[in-house]
C-alpha cells in the first residue's frame, strides 16, 4: 500500500495565483516525520521542509505554507503569489521512527506556473 | 558549500553492458542510498547503507548491486544493463539517525540503455 499519497499529478496556474498541493500519508507509528522537496528542472531534489508527529503548528516561510492535519492525516503544501521560479516537481515524504533510515516518498506533484 | 555529487549526469550505454554510477559526498554522513526515480512512479528505493561494506536492500533491489568501500563514496552497479534500467538515478546522504534527518540529494544521473 502507498504510505505517501499525491494525488495529483500535474498543476497549472497562472502566475499570482495560490496553489495548494495536498498530500495524504499512511503510518502506524506514533512517532513519525514528514517532509517537502522541491524538484527543479536541473534535477537536483531541494529540502524544503520537516514536520514531526508531535507538532501540528503550521508553518509559514514567506510564500510558502503548511498545514499538517494528523485528523486528516495530511501535510499539504501552499504557495502564496506563485512566481515562475516555482514551476518543479514537489515530493512529499514519511519517515517513521520504527523504520529509522526509510524514507516513503510520494509520486510528486508537477506544478508549472505560467507567465 | 556541502555536496552530494553524482560523477555523470547523463549516460548511454548498450545492453549487456557493465554500469557504474558514482557518488560522493563530503558531509561525513553515515547514511547513503540510491534511488531510481520514474515518471509516475515517484522515487524508489535500490539500495542504501548506513556504514562503510554495509548495505540493505530497498524496494526493488533486483538487478543491481552496491558497492561501500569508503565512507565518501557509494557505487550502484548494473551488472548487464538492460533496457528497463533507462531511469533517473539519483543518490542521497544523511547522518545516522530515527527518521528525522534531512536527505541532502546529488543532481541525479539519467542513464539510458539502448
Known amino acids: 500500500a502507498q504510505k505517501v499519497t499525491q494525488a495529483q499529478t500535474e498543476i497549472s496556474v497562472v502566475e499570482k495565483e495560490d496553489v495548494t498541493l495536498d498530500c495524504v500519508y499512511e503510518t502506524r507509528d506514533t512517532t513519525y516525520y514528514l517532509f517537502w522537496y522541491k524538484q527543479p528542472p536541473s534535477g537536483e531534489l531541494v529540502f524544503l521542509i520537516r514536520r514531526n508527529s508531535f507538532d501540528e503548528q503550521n508553518e509559514i516561510s514567506g510564500r510558502y505554507s503548511w498545514n499538517f492535519q494528523k485528523s486528516t492525516s495530511s501535510f499539504n503544501f501552499t504557495i502564496t503569489a506563485s512566481q515562475v521560479v516555482d514551476s518543479a516537481v514537489y515530493f512529499c515524504a514519511l519517515s517513521e521512527w520504527s523504520t529509522g533510515n526509510q524514507f516513503y516518498f510520494g509520486t510528486g506533484t508537477s506544478l508549472t506556473v505560467i507567465p | 558549500d556541502v555536496k552530494v555529487t553524482q560523477s555523470s549526469r547523463y549516460l548511454v550505454k548498450r545492453t549487456g553492458e557493465k554500469v557504474f554510477l558514482e557518488c560522493v559526498q563530503d558531509?561525513?554522513?553515515?547514511?547513503m542510498f540510491w534511488y531510481r526515480q520514474d515518471p509516475g512512479l515517484g522515487l524508489r528505493l535500490i539500495y542504501f547503507?548506513?556504514?562503510?561494506?554495509?548495505?540493505e536492500k530497498g524496494d526493488i533491489p533486483e538487478g543491481y548491486s552496491v558497492s561501500r568501500e569508503k565512507k565518501e563514496r557509494f557505487s550502484l552497479i548494473l551488472e548487464s544493463a538492460s533496457t528497463n534500467q533507462t531511469s533517473m538515478y539519483l543518490c542521497?546522504?544523511?547522518?545516522?539517525?530515527?527518521?528525522?534527518?534531512?536527505?541532502?540529494f546529488g543532481a541525479g544521473s539519467r542513464l539510458t540503455v539502448l
Open positions: 542521497a546522504s544523511s547522518t545516522l539517525g530515527s527518521g528525522a534527518n534531512v536527505l541532502t
Open positions: 558531509m561525513d554522513h553515515e547514511n
Open positions: 547503507s548506513y556504514d562503510v561494506k554495509m548495505k
